[in-house]
């Protein structure tokens, strides 16, 4: 295996959330991301999945330095990007990329398809020719499926499906070493989803980029990664290469948050065992003490409340933070 | 076989701008007490305003034609009036986004306690028991305290929940729910299903359940009706459809949705995008994504034909090869 | 129609707003912009369109006429002295006023004073407006309380007295007019600009610009200005009516244009003295005064409904 060339260690985003206060307001960090660390490798695709308010769009978004971190290191091909000033991140953003969730309003609604697939290249290619640039637009526009002769149409004129592939084509036109996916196929049909990540895992292959690709829908997740991430809370619960982890899921989250997807088959959807989770997500500005999950946990005991569980390893490529997972 | 709803040559058509566009065409569809049927399609497929011409919630710009019978009473000529009377009462509907279909400056117990006084003339206090009873049956802890709370206090699968027993109040006789669960997460979206399988088996009611996601009509639907640009094209018992499509739109359906309990290798897709309602192709509607296309898809439009089983389907592909 | 399904339950929502009507014709290449959709939807507002026109032809012939009445605005006719009916024959189309005056002659140069009002003075609130409120909206924290707490103490000053003590201190001059009028009415432009900006800001194709490696000035150059064009043009619609409309209440209070120049406002003061006598003095202007507003606000309305039809 190469050299990690993503390296996050104990990664924090807490944003001030003002709870009080007349004049002078009181603020309470909201931990949306609090300790996560992890590696990606070249040509490698991590999910990270969680529920909603788990943090995982966050931390797409710092990975990036769209969001500033609170603490903790991105390093990225050996530089700490959480070190660097506006110019140096503006430089190192070449190399990542990312696809957002709603495909329409990840698009400036004044601007052309040809225009927006462009942007990057007038940022970060300033002396190609106009001729240039049109050329590596239709190449790109081809290469994701979209027809070149559209480059003058505007995002309203285009379905949602083909909005994700403008997306995806500005990430890629660069030919970028990461991408990070924010729900890239959330809002779209089924029919299209399918194909917009057959489309990523293409381009992932031709181009040997690492994916980081941050969804809530396991299934999706299960067919594009190598390794997955589970976040509850803006915390890890359990990271590890994506056979073991739907084969033999340690937390106690992610084995109800697997039996909780429904399956499209009735006999089997109807006859499984399903880990009911009681009650909701505890508010991310209070959270629960030690372990965040153990409200809702049903191995929940007393070491819980008291002591923050460690990822420990749990088998070959598996990390798990529960101090019970062995029971 | 007693159908509570039936829906009878159904088409609903919206005047835009742009023209006019057919979002339901021609749609026929039957429930029974105490069966779910589960209506699958993607957006713009027109399952929603289906029900929403039932309910007499289409927007302004909309005109429905054919017939909606709930018994013997005709729900698409019926005065609003008359419709008041029965919407709350005998068909009630649960909506995709508790947030937005609750009112936001009321109390719970008043929303849930209204329905009541306003269909069945209880008094207050009568309501507000009865609302408590009802939030305990959709087991909403400390229900008492949850009553004078107001939507924006509780989350989002409680506030599902409060949909589900509002819904409930007066033990209708069809239930519609329109994406029940879409806009939950996946352990609450559990929960709702739960209650929702529990709601079917112990009140008799006849429920119909749109939705886009497959997995959750699986797991709760008896029949299953497919729709795809305003027209049925297959229906079915859940087990037939599931098991053996016969319809290329579903079979496609079917084999793109990713899951959980089976490794695929790459996905398969259903080509080209989901069609544009103003401007729809010639004959069947699916022709230009179908697989099995021939010549006779592009001039013709399949209608639903019975098959042996029970089970229906709108399109060509069996007759031709059978002539073949 | 949309592809999310979260959108999906809107009854029509999703079938209302004009799609790509024909995106497989390969003759159609070239794209629809918003701009041209809009202009499109404003052709169709016959309302907005016949009330363009009418405002484009009020406005040459205000400016273009003078040319060929035989009157000019302040020569006044010793032959008359006195407010006189229409009369063919010495010229006065609209008849005199009290002074011997011609009435057509007056009524088109206040017409240029109410029009030139209207555009300059707006010209002036909306680049006061327009970069307060980007600057506001796009900055935020610090910069974005103090530029708002000062429109707020801008807002609360009584701001015909504040027009009334600039006109008695400095004099009445023309000029000085357009930007008294231009600095009261940026005050809502600005306001309008900052909540679209703030709006904008959180867009996610904002965020996709900066992770594309855009720099601030290049964001707000390409992607926050085109998009706040939409709501500033309407409001700029909406705000030259308002101001030629203060501009004749100051000249109907005597503080506007200076003798023997005139104005629509300063021009119906000088009716409703003699409306008794001859109510033509006051209808004309009036007559002229309102029509422009009216015209003004229609097709404000039109361009709010054209370019932004969600929201109606």
């Known amino acids: ?327 | 076989m007693t159908s509570v709803l039936e829906i009878d040559k159904l088409t609903v058509s919206f005047s835009t701008p742009d023209g006019a566009v057919e979002a339901v065409t021609d749609v026929s569809l039957s429930v029974e007490a105490g069966e779910c049927l589960g209506l699958v399609g993607e957006s713009g497929s027109g399952k929603s305003q289906t029900f929403m011409a039932a309910m007499g919630l289409l927007a302004d710009n909309a005109t429905a034609n054919g017939h909606i019978r709930l018994d013997s009473m005709d729900l698409l000529s019926a005065s609003e009036k008359k419709l008041n009377t029965v919407r709350g009462e005998r068909i009630a509907m649960i909506f995709q986004d508790p947030m937005t279909s609750l009112t936001p400056h009321m109390k719970i117990g008043r929303q849930l306690a209204e329905v009541l006084i306003e269909h069945q003339g209880v008094d207050k206090e009568t309501g507000r028991r009865r609302s408590r009873e009802m939030l305990d049956r959709v087991h909403i802890p400390e229900a008492e305290r949850r009553l004078d709370m107001y939507p924006h206090e509780l989350s989002g699968g409680l506030r599902q929940r409060v949909m589900i027993a509002m819904a409930l109040m007066c033990e209708p006789e069809v239930i519609i729910a329109d994406e029940p669960t879409t806009a939950l997460d996946v352990t609450v979206q559990a929960q709702i299903l739960d209650l929702l399988t529990e709601v079917k088996d112990d009140l008799g009611a006849a429920i119909v359940l749109i939705t886009h996601d497959l997995g959750v009509v699986a797991g709760l639907a008896d029949r299953v009706a497919v729709m795809y640009a305003g027209r049925i094209v297959e229906q079915g018992t859940v087990a037939d459809i599931f098991a053996a499509p016969t319809h290329p739109y579903t079979q496609g359906l079917l084999a793109c949705t990713p899951r959980l309990d089976v490794e695929t290798e790459a996905l398969v897709t259903i080509a080209g995008q989901p069609p544009n309602l103003q401007n729809l192709p010639s004959g069947c509607s699916f022709h230009p994504r179908c697989p099995h296309v021939f010549d006779r898809c592009k001039a013709e439009r399949p209608s639903l034909e019975n098959l042996s089983n029970g089970q229906a389907k709108a399109c060509f592909r069996a007759a031709q090869e059978a002539a073949e | 129609m949309s592809d999310a399904p979260i959108r999906d339950s809107r009854p029509g929502a999703n079938l209302s707003v004009p799609n790509a009507a024909a995106l497989d014709k390969a003759a159609d290449v070239e794209g629809r912009s918003l701009w041209q959709d809009a202009f499109r939807r404003l052709q169709a507002n016959r309302a907005a369109m016949i009330s363009a026109i009418v405002l484009i032809v009020m406005a040459f012939v205000c400016f273009v006429g003078p040319v060929l009445v035989p009157w000019s605005y302040e020569e006044i006719d010793w032959d008359i002295l006195e407010a006189t009916p229409p009369n063919f024959d010495t010229g006065h189309y609209l008849g005199t006023d009290s002074l011997g005056r011609d009435l057509l002659a007056r009524i088109l140069q206040g017409g240029q004073v109410s029009f030139l009002v209207g555009i300059l003075a707006t010209s002036v609130a909306l680049v006061i407006g327009v970069t307060v409120g980007a600057t506001a909206g796009f900055m935020g924290g610090r910069v974005d309380q103090v530029l708002m707490r000062f429109v707020d103490v801008m807002y609360a000053v009584p701001l015909m007295f504040f027009i009334i003590i600039l006109m008695v201190v400095f004099g009445r001059n023309f000029y000085l007019m357009f930007l008294a009028i231009g600095f009261v009415e940026w005050l809502t432009m600005s306001r309008i600009v900052r909540g679209q900006t703030l709006t904008l800001k959180n867009k996610e194709f904002i965020e996709a610009a900066r992770a594309s490696g855009g720099s601030t000035a290049s964001i707000i150059a390409r992607h926050i200005i085109p998009n706040v064009l939409g709501v500033v043009i309407v409001y700029v619609t909406l705000t030259i009516p308002q101001v030629i409309l203060l501009e004749s209440f100051l000249s109907f209070l005597g503080l506007g244009v200076q003798p023997p120049m005139t104005s629509w406002g300063a021009l119906i003061a000088e009716g409703a003295q003699e409306m008794e006598i001859t109510p033509r003095t006051l209808i004309l202007p009036a007559v002229c005064l309102s029509t422009t507003l009216f015209c003004f606000n229609f097709l404000g309305d039109g361009l709010r409904d054209a370019l932004d039809p969600k929201d109606r």
């Open chain 1, 1 to 327: 295996m190469n050299e990690p060339f993503l390296q996050v260690r104990d990664l924090k985003v807490h944003f001030p959330v003002r709870t009080g206060g007349l004049f002078v307001g009181q603020y309470t960090p909201l931990k949306a991301v609090d300790g996560v660390s992890f590696d990606l490798n070249p040509g490698e695709t991590l999910g990270v999945v969680g529920e909603s308010g788990c943090g995982k769009s966050t931390l797409g978004r710092a990975v990036l330095q769209l969001i500033g971190a609170t603490d903790g290191v991105v390093s990225w091909l050996g530089t700490d990007l959480t070190s660097l000033n506006k110019k140096e991140l503006i430089a190192a953003r070449e190399n990542l990329q990312i696809v957002f969730q709603d495909p329409l309003a990840s698009l400036d609604p004044r601007m052309t398809a040809g225009d927006i697939i462009a942007e990057p290249l007038r940022n970060y290619r300033p002396t190609l020719t106009k001729a240039g640039r049109r050329k590596m637009v239709e190449d790109m526009m081809e290469r994701v499926g979209l027809l070149p002769r559209m480059i003058n149409r505007y995002p309203h004129e285009f379905s949602g499906g083909q909005c994700q592939r403008i997306g995806i084509a500005r990430a890629m036109i660069l030919r970028p070493k990461l991408v990070i996916c924010d729900e890239p196929v959330s809002a779209l049909d089924v029919s299209i989803q399918a194909q917009v990540v057959n489309l990523l895992m293409d381009l992932q292959r031709d181009f040997g980029l690492a994916l980081l690709f941050i969804s809530h829908d396991l299934a999706i997740v299960r067919h594009i990664s190598h390794r997955v991430l589970v976040l509850y809370l803006g915390k890890v619960m359990e990271l590890a290469d994506k056979a073991a982890l739907y084969a033999t899921p340690r937390h106690p989250y992610t084995q109800a948050l697997l039996s909780a997807v429904p399956i499209p088959d009735p006999t089997k959807e109807r006859n499984k065992d399903r880990i009911l989770l009681t009650g909701d997500l505890p508010s991310p500005i209070n959270p629960p003490s030690g372990c965040v999950f153990r409200t809702r946990c049903p191995r929940a005991t007393s070491v819980c409340a008291e002591t923050v569980p460690e990822l420990e390893s749990a088998g070959e490529g598996q990390e798990v933070a529960c101090h019970h997972w062995q029971d």
